[in-house]
Antibody, heavy 126, light 108 residues
């Protein structure tokens, strides 16, 4: 079945780095843009980053720009989030999610996110 | 950047009630507005896309409406499994794909 599984979370000291992975299965990973979304404890959802299906374009939230980098290996159906210079405010559950595509006739529309991983927890603390 | 607001931030309702949540964008997003349901400890679930289209498998008691800057999520008859937090998100044009702050629906 269609599935996303995140890994790589943990406890890390401020200023250190961590790399998250998101393994996809059950669909053609290379055809889909992919997002990262995070949720701090007791808070709402925050969009973090998106990477185009072929890795040609990447966009980031201002809160992580210059510190986080997303990438993908389509041959391995895996998405990555490299997080550098981590701060306490980066503490959150991190989700990867697949863009929702609707194709009608000759038109293709990209909406939100229809498949989500279970999340991986990142805690930044000394 | 486009900002999203939601109201109310929380509400209490009885099973069987009709519930309406509103979402407003700081500028026009056409119909590129999606609604999610999230239960504690779980990943969000897509309910409505394109402002008014029901995602496959989602009960028909959920409906969405609106375009431009003002949108509404309606639950026609609240069920016990609907108690959750609901988020809107804009998927219009370029990033950031901002989420609203959420509306928590709990039992009265």
């Amino acid at each position: 079945q269609v599935q996303l599984v995140e890994s790589g979370g943990g406890v890390v000291q401020p200023g250190r780095s961590l790399r998250l992975s998101c393994a996809a299965s059950g669909f053609t990973f290379s055809s889909y843009d992919m997002h990262w979304v995070r949720q701090a404890p007791g808070k709402g959802l925050e969009w973090v980053a998106v990477i185009w299906y072929d890795g040609s374009n990447k966009y980031y939230a201002d809160s992580v720009k210059g510190r986080f980098t997303t990438s993908r290996d389509n041959s391995k159906s895996t998405l990555y989030l490299q997080m550098n210079s981590l701060r306490a405010e980066d503490t959150a559950v991190y989700y990867c999610a697949r863009v929702f595509i609707v194709a009608t006739g000759t038109s293709v529309y990209h909406y939100g996110m229809d498949v989500w991983g279970q999340g991986t927890t990142v805690t930044v603390s000394s | 950047d486009i900002q999203m607001t939601q109201s109310p931030s929380s509400l209490s309702a009885y099973v069987g009630d009709r519930v309406t949540i509103t979402c407003r964008a700081s500028q026009s997003i056409s119909s590129y507005l999606d609604w999610y349901q999230q239960k504690p400890g779980k990943a969000p679930k897509l309910l409505i896309y394109g402002a008014s289209s029901l995602q496959s498998g989602v009960p028909s008691r959920f409906s969405g409406s609106g375009s431009g800057t003002d949108f509404t999520l309606t639950i026609s008859s609240l069920q016990p499994e609907d108690f959750a937090t609901y988020y809107c998100q804009q998927s219009y044009s370029s990033p950031p794909f901002t989420f609203g702050p959420g509306t928590k629906v709990d039992i009265k």
